[in-house]
């Protein structure tokens, strides 16, 4: 009964049941069968398009494209704070590892440094393209910003670009580093990606490019692999080293 109640109670009443088939309903229990749902919490927000949750596990931010970005307790899961801002794309929100600090890729082109913890606006800067999404480097000492045909690299403490990387031939999808902080990975909207060196910004001879938009990239742990996801259809794990799919 934990498996999306309204589907269960319409499922004797043909005519006011959405999924007379219960295609839903079978799904869902498929879905939570290995991994029960365990609760199930509505927030004012439209939609959720992005979310991230703090290393110490106590907050998590929601985000909705053009909606301020809502600071939940963790634990309560309680709205403690809604951020006097606007949220641009779904990358839009990342936590800075140990810190209560988050980032927002905000709808204004603006990239915003938060307290989770009180709610206020720490720091911000405008880079001259709008950035669409943003996220933190494993260390905590950076933070990528990455726009439609480049992504900067910014320090962490006060938001000064020590990097950029330009892709003038296609679109910026995606954008990952490795553990060791030794590549940044990008895709692209044709399909294609690269491994640059995060003290230069050089880029490597793009891989994979089978012309399928790239729209997700994450190391492994170890980063002897780098997993991306293609037009939300196919996941393909490739091998850093050899940059063949393995």
């Known amino acids: 009964e934990l498996i999306w109640p309204p589907y269960l109670a319409a499922r004797d009443q043909p005519a006011a049941n959405p999924d007379p088939d219960h295609l839903a309903h079978w799904a869902l229990w498929e879905l939570y069968h290995n991994v029960p749902c365990l609760r199930t919490t509505k927030f004012s927000l439209p939609s959720i398009d992005a979310m991230a949750r703090s290393t110490d596990e106590r907050w998590i931010v ?23 801002l606007k949220s641009s794309h779904t990358g839009a929100v990342s936590f800075r ?5 988050f980032a927002v890729a905000g709808f204004d082109g603006r990239v915003t440094v938060c307290d989770a913890e009180t709610g206020e606006i720490v720091r911000s800067v405008a880079p001259d393209a709008r950035v669409h ?24 403490d006060d938001l000064g670009e020590t990097l950029r990387i330009d892709v003038p031939e296609t679109v910026v999808t ?9 590549l940044i ?27 399928r938009r790239c729209s997700s990239l994450a190391f492994s742990p170890d980063d002897r692999f780098l997993a991306t996801d ?16 393995v």
């Open 133 to 156: 999404s943003v996220f933190y480097s494993p260390s905590g000492n950076r933070l990528f910003a990455a726009a439609m045909n480049s992504v900067r690299v910014l320090n962490a």
């Open 97 to 101: 590892p140990e810190r209560a600090e």
């Open 62 to 84: 929601l985000s909705a494209r053009a909606q301020k970005p809502l600071v939940v307790d963790a634990r309560t899961r309680a709205v403690t704070h809604e951020v006097d």
């Open 230 to 245: 293609t037009n939300g259809t196919t996941v393909a794990v490739i091998e850093v080293a050899t940059r063949n799919v």
């Open 185 to 211: 990975a990008l895709s692209g909207a044709d399909g294609r990606m690269w491994l640059c060196d995060p003290a230069t910004g050089r880029r490597d001879t793009p891989f994979f490019t089978d012309g």
């Open 174 to 182: 995606s954008v990952a580093m490795d553990r060791g902080e030794r």
